[in-house]
């Protein structure tokens, strides 16, 4: 079972707990909660009822890119925890990622590779089949990133994740 605490910051309470990266070990991830300590609670316990129940939401032998991002979205981006601002920006960055041909790729077979061709026609621009891209600013890349970032530890690619983790896959940064 999960570990988890609440604590106040500021005016509001805000709750963590523990997760298993892809390698096994634990990492703790953060969120806004309430200004009730006792809801802040509610939502410390529902996230990790959550988490325990779907620590591997994707299998890599049956699910392509697209459809990851597609279940990251409904599952973490509805929780409230983002601004309305961001919530756009991360749809907007996956509707774009599913117009790359990295996209329909079934998970097993993405590689860090795919993933810094990704990064690199969406920073610097160019074509691939029929993916046009005239390259992007630092920080609208950066929302592509984060996307991957957040979206690939719920999967069982291991190699993958890790790349994403510890890349942060964004070539305007170099």
């Given at each position: 079972?999960?570990?988890?605490?609440?604590?106040?910051?500021?005016?509001?309470?805000?709750?963590?707990?523990?997760?298993?990266?892809?390698?096994?070990?634990l990492v703790?991830?953060?969120?806004?909660?309430?200004?009730?300590?006792?809801?802040?609670?509610?939502?410390?316990?529902?996230?990790?009822?959550?988490?325990?129940?779907?620590?591997?939401?994707?299998?890599?032998?049956?699910?392509?890119?697209?459809?990851?991002?597609?279940?990251?979205?409904?599952?973490?981006?509805?929780?409230?925890?983002?601004?309305?601002?961001?919530?756009?920006t991360y749809?907007?960055?996956?509707?774009?990622?599913?117009?790359?041909?990295?996209?329909?790729?079934?998970?097993?077979?993405?590689?860090?590779?795919?993933?810094?061709?990704?990064?690199?026609?969406?920073?610097?621009?160019?074509?691939?089949?029929?993916?046009?891209?005239?390259?992007?600013?630092?920080?609208?890349?950066?929302?592509?990133?984060?996307?991957?970032?957040?979206?690939?530890?719920?999967?069982?690619?291991?190699?993958?994740?890790?790349?994403?983790?510890?890349?942060?896959?964004?070539?305007?940064?170099?």
């Amino acid at each position: 079972m999960a570990k988890g605490s609440v604590q106040k910051k500021g005016k509001k309470w805000y709750y963590r707990f523990y997760v298993e990266d892809a390698s096994g070990n634990l990492v703790q991830k953060e969120y806004a909660g309430t200004e009730s300590k006792s809801e802040t609670e509610k939502l410390l316990r529902q996230a990790m009822e959550d988490y325990e129940s779907k620590k591997f939401i994707a299998k890599a032998d049956n699910i392509t890119l697209g459809q990851l991002l597609d279940t990251w979205a409904e599952e973490e981006l509805k929780t409230g925890t983002l601004s309305n601002g961001t919530v756009g920006t991360y749809l907007q960055a996956i509707n774009r990622i599913k117009q790359h041909p990295v996209s329909r790729r079934k998970l097993k077979t993405v590689t860090s590779g795919h993933l810094q061709q990704f990064m690199d026609i969406m920073s610097f621009g160019g074509t691939i089949e029929d993916f046009v891209s005239k390259g992007y600013s630092k920080d609208y890349v950066k929302s592509f990133s984060a996307v991957l970032q957040q979206s690939f530890p719920l999967c069982d690619v291991p190699e993958t994740v890790h790349y994403v983790q510890s890349h942060a896959v964004c070539s305007h940064e170099a």
